[in-house]
């Protein structure tokens, strides 16, 4: 038994039909050799290295009352045929064809009565226009964000691929072990209260760092009244920060990480500031062409990893920060230079707090009440009356080194699919590869 943290039971609380909490990939591979089946090669694959990975194996079970955040239960019972699926493309399978039906398996929730998981081999792509080839198949998998973040989900992913097209052997069973005993309901009961007791004892071991943290963003302040003054101000109000529908329209391209590191060099940035920039500038494209861009720039929540180099544990570990993508300005480099100067105040403004970020809390009825929340958005139009914290989720997930195979086949591209939310109708996410 492991009881959720705070950070990672809210993604359970906060998915609606509209907002589904998954976080998912998508993987374009080369065909396999003639005469071999690419959905029952890869899904035996899959098959024989679950074991490896914990998270596939758990499942929800929650507190009695609901006092307390759920706990993961281990359960040897997994449905290969609810969490393997099978998909052909009618022909002629192109990227546009994929594309539609990555947006409708995006909308649909994960069945909270079994493992939060699900992968959907998808056979019959074909599109000469983007250099694949016939029986080109794609693979596109999906987590609940409760138990996995983007690293944790890319630590999946090389958990059942390969570095070279012949596949290695799955890891004995015997180094594996799951307990199958679930809790009963008073050891559920004490759980919660001891988890209760013990967040106001940690609470008063962290004042003194509390303390020193606030100490630090005081300092700051003062030092940059001007960046904080901005920093407060909510984002300005665009078509994206509104209430959302349970439809899902995705769309993913490639930029090459090469030119990008060269312009953060040759600028004295960094490749978020660079990607950040490039986002600005085709958002600030869109609303004009819309007639809708705002004066002031744009604020995008960028998700800064709190996970320790080597940790490839589930669970979220991850804080975020706000930062202006400069949309109000036309010039790229004068953009790029804009986007620099907000993304260090704010990653000051970060490190001055990372230590003490919040990623639990624990109070009775937690889930009622956060899920009361969440509900009454969804079911209301309040959300787009609200002052918008941000107005665009822009994520950096380092990616896979080198190429990557599944069951034999190399993989030609690997983009990421994340979540959108009431109030952030739109998530950017980049994934090197």
């Known amino acids: 038994m492991r009881k959720l943290s705070g950070m990672d039971a809210t993604f359970l609380y906060m998915e609606t039909d509209e907002t589904p909490m998954h976080i998912s990939s998508l993987l374009i591979c080369e065909p396999k050799k003639k005469g071999e089946n690419a959905y029952e090669a890869l899904k035996a694959q899959i098959v024989a290295r679950l074991h490896e990975i914990p998270a596939f194996h758990r499942k929800l079970m929650h507190t009695p009352f609901y006092i307390d955040h759920p706990v993961w239960v281990e359960t040897d019972v997994v449905d290969l045929d609810y969490h393997i699926k099978h998909v052909r493309l009618p022909e002629p399978g192109n990227l ?156 993913a391209n490639s930029i090459s990480l090469r030119e990008t590191i060269g312009v953060a060099k040759a600028m004295g940035a960094s490749v978020n500031d660079v990607a950040l920039a490039i986002c600005g500038g085709a958002l600030r494209r869109y609303l004009d062409g819309h007639k809708e861009l705002p004066k002031r720039s744009l604020i995008a929540a960028v998700p800064v990893s709190l996970r320790e180099l080597g940790d490839m544990g589930a669970g979220n570990q991850v804080a975020s920060m706000n930062c202006e993508i400069g949309t109000q300005i036309k010039d790229p480099i004068e953009r790029l230079k804009a986007v620099n100067k907000s993304s260090k105040r704010a990653k000051k403004q970060m490190a001055a707090i990372k230590d003490i970020f919040p990623t639990d809390y624990s109070f009775f009825g937690a889930p009622i009440i956060v899920s009361a929340m969440a509900q009454f958005a969804s079911r209301t139009d309040i959300i787009n009356y609200l002052p918008a914290p941000f107005n665009v989720a822009i994520s950096n997930v380092p990616g896979p080194r080198k190429p990557m195979y599944f069951a034999g086949s190399k993989v030609r591209t690997y983009f990421p699919v994340s979540i959108a939310t009431h109030g952030s109708a739109l998530n950017i996410t980049l994934q090197s590869y």
């Not at 609470?203 to 509390?210: D, G, K, N, R």
């Open 96 to 251: 546009e064809q994929l594309r539609m039906v990555v947006q409708g398996l995006h909308s649909l929730v994960l069945d909270r009565d079994r493992p939060l998981w699900q992968f959907y081999i998808i056979e019959g792509v074909e599109d000469p226009k983007f250099g694949l080839e016939q029986d080109s198949f794609a693979l596109y998998s999906k987590g609940h964000h409760a138990c996995l973040d983007g690293g944790a989900g890319i630590s999946v992913m090389d958990i059942i691929s390969d570095l070279e097209p012949t596949p290695r052997p799955p890891m004995p069973k015997s180094e594996i072990f799951f307990a199958s005993e679930k809790p009963g309901f008073f050891e559920l009961i004490g759980s919660a209260y001891g988890k209760f007791i013990q967040q106001q004892v940690d609470i008063v071991a962290a004042l003194p760092a509390l303390s020193k943290a606030l100490g630090n963003v005081a300092k700051n302040a003062m030092a940059d009244s001007r960046g904080l003054m901005k920093s407060m101000q909510p984002a300005p109000k665009t078509r994206f920060n509104v209430r959302i529908q349970k439809q899902r329209a995705y769309g």
